[in-house]
């Protein structure tokens, strides 16, 4: 499986990743077919934002809830690991449902697709997936 983000929107997201330093960004992801059409920035609400993230339950219901009215469908979910690799950690993996979404990795400068499903790879729940900006003609960096 492969994720299609346009370099203007992954651009914008790691700029995102390093204003929010030393701490974990977080956000979902829209799109369909693998394809990243936009994304919404969400609080991290972690008790620890400097090492675990955990996206805003109000704008994760929020985008649920729009999805199921018709609005653009969840692909997944982005977070960064502002000290660290672009892999996913042991938390990440205790933490992501295998629901078949993306989980995009960032740390300010590399970024990485994961696909959260059961059994994965890596912690029993990720699938490494190949991230592509040459092939995402046609987007934008709407957000």
Known sequence: MQVFISSAMLADL???ALAGAPEEICGILFGRDGRVSGYRVAQNVADDPGRHFEIDPVTLIAAEREQ????????????SHPAGTVSPSSTDAQCAAPDGRVWLILNGEDAAAWHSVDPGEIYGRFVAMKLDCADAKGQTAAK
């Open 68 to 79: 199921r009215e018709g609005g653009e469908p969840i692909l997944g979910y982005y977070h």
């Open 14 to 16: 790691q700029l995102i």
